[in-house]
């Protein structure tokens, strides 16, 4: 197949797979998760159910789109870090390049109405679970394989659980919905980098008689 002609199949492809995540999004917020059908998003998309089921195998990857895409980014920030920086700093990195990637496509944070639909949904917060899960699974086999550890080590299983959970506190929204999402970011990845060996400490008893 000429050049040419694949890049049109690919950029078709590319507006059907935005059109279904689009009605979807479109109905998931009128109407709530659990009231939308496969049935219902192709009619608004204007598609048949096959397709929705071609580019979305299940309805959670409608809402998390783009869960392979942070993963792959996540992933390649780690791989491609500057030799002597960690990899705390290298997804500091990649966590800076997020609005410039999807600037004009999408808000660079989740916004307020994203999370009401998340965790109005039992379904959506057990998928949102497993997504966070998948990320952790995939950081902690690159840190063990970086690191010269053992699959199942606990040192990468940690590191990747703790970095993977500065993703949750920006989807989830651990604070005010009016905190700036990098702000969260980076008093997360510093309590990180900078460890939690005086954190919390329990404060001073009565001195004694």
Do not use: W
Not at 48 to 68: S, W
């Amino acid at each position: 197949m000429p050049d040419g002609e694949a890049g049109l199949r690919q950029r078709k492809k590319e507006r059907t797979r935005r059109a279904i995540a689009d009605a979807a999004m479109r109905l998931f917020s009128e109407r709530g998760f659990d009231q939308v059908s496969i049935l219902q998003i192709a009619a608004a998309a204007e598609v048949a159910v096959q397709t929705v089921y071609n580019y979305f195998p299940a309805k959670g990857d409608l809402v998390f789109d783009e869960a392979d895409e942070i993963i792959n980014d996540l992933l390649s920030a780690v791989r491609q870090r500057a030799p002597g920086e960690s990899a705390l700093c290298a997804i500091r990195g990649c966590f800076a390049r997020v609005p410039a990637r999807v600037a004009g496509r999408r808000p660079p944070g989740p916004t307020p109405k994203f999370r009401r639909l998340v965790g109005d949904s039992a379904t959506l917060h057990s998928y949102q679970r497993e997504v966070f899960a998948r990320f952790e699974r995939s950081l902690a086999a690159l840190l063990a394989e970086e690191t010269g550890q053992p699959h199942d080590a606990v040192e990468p299983f940690i590191a990747a659980a703790g970095l993977v959970s500065v993703f949750r506190v920006n989807l989830e929204g651990r604070a005010s919905d009016a905190e700036p999402p990098g702000q969260r970011v980076e008093r997360a990845l510093d309590l990180l980098e900078h460890g939690l060996g005086d954190y919390a400490m329990s404060p001073a008893g009565p001195s004694p008689d």
